[in-house]
């Protein structure tokens, strides 16, 4: 019959093993990290945005700029002043490319 202090061995073991599994499986991701992946992902859109034909998939990437604006906002997720910035200028960038693609729309409907 096993001791007391062999199961609680066994036990504490078999935790520092699931411990070290999970961290294998789940890499921590610095702060600087998610700082490139949401600037980043934010340019791609933007970049999207540009070439965008139709007003659905302009405001499609609109969209999904701004919500990268929303994640730069949550405080403790170890989003950068620096990155913050960036994303406010890509959205307002976005704002304007996305408003003069409106004006644009509205002014050939008007002249058709």
Do not use: C, W
């Amino acid at each position: 019959m096993p001791t007391r202090g062999s199961l609680q061995q066994r036990e504490r073991l078999a935790a520092e093993q699931a411990n070290l599994k999970h961290a294998h499986r789940h890499p921590l991701l610095s702060d600087s990290d998610i700082n490139n992946i949401l600037v980043n992902g934010a340019q791609i859109s933007l970049s999207k945005l540009k070439r965008a034909r139709s007003f659905n998939a302009r405001i499609y990437y609109y969209a999904e700029i701004g919500v990268y604006l929303e994640v730069s906002l949550s405080r403790g997720a170890g989003i950068s002043d620096a990155a913050r910035e960036q994303l406010q200028a890509i959205h307002k960038e976005a704002t304007h490319i996305h408003m003069n693609a409106n004006k644009r729309l509205a002014l050939r409907k008007a002249v058709a």
